[in-house]
C-alpha cells in the first residue's frame, strides 16, 4: 500500500455558493490508488489576510460539500487532500479562492432637484448595501 494521488480540479460550484454558503466540487484522479481505496477527504482553508491553513472539515465522504458561516466581504482560499488506508496524500488539489458575497441590495428611490438657474437636475441616492462585494 501506499498513498493515495492528490485529488483534482477543485472547482467552486456556482449553483451552491452565494452569501455565507459555499460550495466545492473536485474529482479524484484513481479512487483506488495506493493499494486501497480513498476513504475520505479533508477540506483545508484560509482567508486571504492569512498565510497558513487550517481544516475546514476532516471525514467528507463524497467529491462535493457544501460550507456555510462564511463573513461577507471576505475572500477564503480551499484545497483538498484525500486519505486512504495507508495514509493522506502526499499532496492537495489546486487551490481556488472565493469571495462570500451576495447580490447587492437596490438602491433607495432617488430623490431630484431641479436648478432653475441652469435648468439641470441634480439626482441623488443612498448607495445600498454591497453585501460583501464593493459597488
Known sequence: MTYPLDPINLVNNLL???????G????????NHGG??????????????????G???VGVEATSETFDGFILGTTYVFKVKSRNAFDFSTGYSNEVTILAARTPDKPLTPTTTFNRVDNTVLIDWQAPSDNGSPL
Open 16 to 22: 451552491i455558493t452565494w452569501g455565507e454558503t459555499i
Open 24 to 31: 466545492l466540487a473536485w474529482d479524484e484522479v484513481d479512487a
Open 36 to 53: 486501497t481505496t480513498v476513504i475520505d477527504y479533508t477540506v483545508m482553508v484560509r482567508t486571504t489576510a492569512q498565510t497558513d491553513f
Open 55 to 57: 481544516e475546514l472539515q
